[in-house]
């Protein structure tokens, strides 16, 4: 991966960082130009966002142009690129990135290891922490400093159902919803068997934890982790009664109303479709609660957020005057525009107690929601794998020592992350919807010449997809680009991945 040298790149910064301490009330009023600012000037830049966010984008950098008090004009080439894709692009290249970004916060921890972040100054990290919700904040934050805007508040999850099933007086009681889905034959889907951030919901609810520690680096030093532990058992022994009813399913696809769900627990995102395949007949409301020896317990969730961050510039100048523009593109009114717009739920706190979002259906749910989620901050790459298989334990155990060998198998290998040797941190596998198994599986690969590692031979066939990754983390991977790699034919394989080209590729093995 290409990165700007960190010596030159500490001395820029700090230059930069410092010409950005003294922001205005909110980036958003506009006034006449200060043709006298050390800022002054116009600068060619690139911003990456989401396709439907770009001529918004485009609008409001206009705006800005118009309105600064310091003289910045951006000439900005504006590029479609989403922000799951956004933060592997940016580290597998720093210097070819968008000078804007923005990114889903999974991506944090590894940008900053990757050096993609420009720390904010003083001045304005204290602006962002009082303006938005200490949810966003924390995820923006590595150690003790800033290195990201808060952009978004809405990657939180809920519940949907089907009224013409589900009694509205049902909603609060997770067996009740069982036995509605059983006695009407409709499905119960949520995520539970292939997605550990929505099975950590019923850890949350009865009060476990899962905290990651990182340094400045963003490096992963410690984790605080409960799930092994009484609360622990008291939330499988929750889990266990929907994972193991016949109307169960581990999906979070809004899509599943049209094929016999009467509820499905998934976010956002989902709105327009369950709406279009419901009408009148959908309803929205926070998670359930369930019952176990007599107490109840409401399911949690995680919070997360999208964030837009600052690549670090070799000109002091124009560093300064990105942190300008990103303070003003994540400042309340244009979080409002794009909630209007958009329908993007804002961190800002004024925006998100506005009447418009309260009136949201989607994002009201979130914020009754809110109550008993968790934000996400950083978690370890492989957190991911090993929670997931929480599920399939949970669903095969027969009685509570069953239920208690599921959470003692996750613990080791909890404990397992931090007791890597460096060979093992540094190890390439293959892994996907290959061999038999559901991205649970990593095939090692051995170094056969200067950056060039190969898998064993593999019976793969068309369609299937996979993944090369370091560390059985996903911290570091590589498919087609940011996307999966899919074979195209069935037959017997190496798989083989450049380091020098960052490349995937078959060979056949006869």
């Not at 990657?155 to 049902?170: A, L, Q, R, T």
């Not at 995680?302 to 003003?328: E, I, S």
């Not at 739920?345 to 998100?352: I, L």
């Not at 061999?435 to 031979?457: H, L, P, R, V």
Request: hydrophobic share 40%; aromatic share 10%.
């Amino acid at each position: 991966m290409k990165k700007f040298l960190a010596i030159a790149l500490a001395l820029v910064m700090a230059v930069g960082l410092a010409a950005c301490t003294k922001p205005s009330n909110n980036g958003n009023t506009p006034a006449p130009d200060n043709q006298g600012s050390d800022l002054a000037g116009t600068y060619d830049i690139t911003v990456w966002v989401a396709d439907k966010a770009v001529e918004l984008t485009k609008t409001q950098i206009d705006k800005f142009n118009t309105s600064n008090t310091d003289g910045i004009k951006f000439n900005a080439t504006i590029q479609p690129v989403s922000e799951a894709d956004a933060g592997t692009n940016m580290i597998t290249d720093v210097e070819a990135g968008g000078d804007l970004y923005c990114f889903a916060q999974d991506q944090f921890a590894r940008l900053v290891q990757a050096g993609a972040l420009a720390k904010l100054g003083v001045s304005a990290a204290e602006v962002v922490r009082n303006a938005n919700d200490a949810a966003v904040v924390a995820a923006a934050t590595a150690g003790s400093d800033l290195y990201a805007y808060p952009l978004t508040s809405d990657n939180g999850y809920f519940m949907y159902y089907d009224k013409s099933v589900i009694p509205e007086s049902d909603v609060d009681s997770l067996e009740k919803l069982i036995e509605d889905c059983e006695t009407n034959k409709k499905y119960f889907c949520m995520e539970l068997q292939s997605s550990a951030w929505y099975l950590a919901s019923f850890f949350f609810a009865t009060g476990c934890k899962s905290e990651w520690v990182t340094d400045n680096t963003g490096a992963y030093e410690s984790v605080n982790d409960t799930f092994d532990s009484p609360e622990g058992l008291i939330a499988v022994k929750g889990m266990k009664k929907l994972i193991s009813s016949d109307y169960h399913v581990s999906s979070s696809k809004g899509s599943e109303f049209d094929s016999g769900a009467a509820i499905v627990v998934t976010g956002t995102w989902d709105f327009e479709t369950v709406q279009g395949i419901l009408g009148d007949n959908m309803g929205v409301t926070d998670l359930p609660s369930f019952t176990v020896d007599g107490k109840e317990y409401h399911l949690g969730s995680y919070n997360g957020c999208k964030l837009m961050g600052v690549k670090p510039q070799t000109d002091a100048k124009k560093g300064a005057a990105l942190h300008k523009l990103a303070q003003y593109l994540t400042a309340e009114e244009c979080q409002m525009e794009r909630f209007k717009e958009l329908s993007w739920g804002p961190s800002n706190k004024n925006a998100q107690a506005s009447p418009e979002v309260q009136a949201n259906p989607g994002l009201a749910a979130l914020i009754a929601q809110a109550p008993y989620s968790v934000p996400q901050g950083q978690i370890h790459g492989s957190w991911w794998d090993i929670a997931k298989v929480i599920g399939d334990d949970v669903k095969a155990a027969t009685d509570d020592a069953g239920l208690q060998a599921a959470l003692d198998n996750y613990k080791a290998k909890i404990d397992g992350l931090f007791n890597m040797s460096e060979d093992e941190k540094n190890a390439w596998s293959v892994i996907g919807s290959i061999c038999g198994s559901n991205w649970d599986k990593d095939f090692d690969m051995t170094k056969t010449e200067e950056n060039i590692y190969q898998s064993e031979a593999l019976e793969l066939h068309a369609g299937e997809e996979l993944k090369c990754r370091q560390g059985h983390s996903w911290d570091v991977s590589y498919g087609n680009g940011a996307d999966n790699f899919v074979v195209e034919a069935d037959g017997t394989y190496i798989v083989q991945l450049d380091l020098s080209t960052e490349t995937v590729s078959l060979i056949p093995a006869n």
